[in-house]
């Protein structure tokens, strides 16, 4: 993956200016469908969710008041881990995008709707509604891509601290609700400089989430244990819910990779979106973003992100529509000869993953590494470690020349 401009072969060379407004045309169209079609059932959807997923946790935590007994505590970790999931990803997530705000609930709406993670709602709505869907895979200005620690792109110069990414990518997977937290503070950011520390606005963002992290932590780890307390179970209640907040971590970082980091999705320069039109917004969307096949079960499970090339398109538009317009969208992309990047779970997973490895390494190295000459090869990336800036670069020409040779083979 490299940014499209710099890329051999750009997939929207063959787009006039005409057709790429044509494509936002057609797309404001399924979008104006669905708005016109929208109404009860799509209120019934949401209700019906909510009340089934308050119900879940309800019955996984009175379960886990018998914890002690290792059934009860597999049953209700695993309920739990479920019903976090679903309300982080299906209701959470949607709803604070404004997907059911036209219902007119008070109940339901992305202005009062507070979820059960790590980062405020205002914060998280403000750094992912409005800085990562307006800047889509834009190198330096989508922070989703590597959330501000990691490699992302075969552009950005490589330094030795990239080779513990993937390690930092399984910490972040792990405690992903926290992770999210950080960046939506810009904590890197806010922290380097004095100046920063003591602004007011970010002292008070601060003081926000934390007290948020407070009230989640008492809740899953002071509150629930102590309930269990009278059956023995405040051990076993408190690693279940511990259990159930990382997999919900894992589950959902997962899936926000599948959407933006397999090879084969586009990344984008700061200067592509200079004057950007409606129809040139949409094609970014369409080309930087990715899909997951599988059942309605897993569609339900990822939020119906793995329909993320239709969130993107359409992210206001309710959740359960994804998959009525998918098709749609799908022969929108055939009829324009664009790559609809869709995979199953495990494979998209994969090539995420091994986008981090690859990223984390100089570029071309994996590449033209085999195991006879992965000796040579581990010398060569020792070197580029210990070494200066400039015997990286004349590492790095070596590299790059191997691998045109290779590709001229």
Known sequence: MTVIQKKSENPIAHLTPEDIEQIGIELDTIRQDILDDRGERDAAYIRKVIGAQRKLELASRAVLLGSIFPPAWVVGTAGLSVAKIIENMEIGHNIMHGQWDWMRDPKIHSTTWEWDNASPSDQWKHSHNQVHHTYTNVVGKDNDLGYGIMRVDEDQRWVPMYLAQPL????????????????DLELGKNLASEKRRKDPGFRARAKQTLTKIRKQATKDYVVHPLMSLPTGSFVPTLAANF????VRNLWTHSVIMCGHFPEGVE???????????????YVRQMLGSA???GSKAMHFMTGNLSHQIEHHLFPDLPSNRYAEIA?????????Y??????????????????KVVRLSLPNGWLATTTPANAPQQLAKLYKMTTGGPKLRRA???RIDQELRRQQAA
């Open 243 to 246: 259990t159930a907040n990382v």
């Open 337 to 354: 000869d664009l790559n609809y990047h869709s995979a199953p779970l495990p494979q998209q997973v994969y090539s995420a993953w091994h």
């Open 291 to 293: 899909n997951i096949t």
């Open 395 to 397: 590492i790095q020409a």
């Open 168 to 183: 930092w990518n399984f910490i972040n997977a792990c405690f992903f609700e926290f992770g999210i937290a950080a960046y």
């Open 267 to 281: 990344t984008f320069e700061r200067t592509s979106i200079e004057g950007e039109t409606r129809g040139e917004w």
């Open 327 to 335: 098709p749609r969208v799908k022969a929108l992309f055939e009829k």
